[in-house]
């Protein structure tokens, strides 16, 4: 049986997330791959964009969000049909586990606008098991 170990296995292991929120008007769901990490601590995922970003302009006008882990070859995925997303003043313990997953980035970490995924439910496939994980608060 799946858990929230699986749950940040999975985004940790998956680095790249896809995530649709809305477009500023509301007409459309728009697609943007992010590098993404699973906090222990809060149970969301961060991720970061530049302030200027169309996904931060969208954040701001709507904080519905969806989002997924890619299927490629053999890997287990993630998809969370119903998420709320939020700008967030980043600790400095986020930055850190930020930073260490990708250390490539740390230069624009420090100019850039973060981001955290919050949901209840993330739908785990696990060796072609399908299972539901709740995620508590």
Do not use: C, W
Request: no cysteine; hydrophobic share 45%; proline share 5%.
């Amino acid at each position: 049986m799946s858990d929230l170990k699986d749950v940040e296995r999975i985004i940790n292991s998956a680095k790249q997330i896809a995530v649709a929120t809305l477009t500023e008007d509301g007409s459309a769901p728009d697609v943007r791959i992010v590098l993404g990490v699973f906090d222990a601590a809060s149970n969301q995922v961060l991720f970061m964009t530049s302030p200027q970003a169309e996904k931060a302009a969208e954040i701001a006008a709507h904080s519905q969000a969806a989002f997924a882990t890619p299927q490629f070859g053999d890997n287990d995925v993630l998809r969370v049909r119903k998420a709320t997303v939020k700008p967030i003043d980043v600790t400095p313990a986020q930055l850190d586990l930020y930073n260490q997953q990708y250390p490539q980035t740390a230069k624009y970490a420090a100019h850039s606008a973060f981001f955290a995924l919050s949901f209840k439910q993330a739908e785990l496939t696990i060796k072609d098991e399908a299972s539901t994980v709740d995620i508590p608060a």
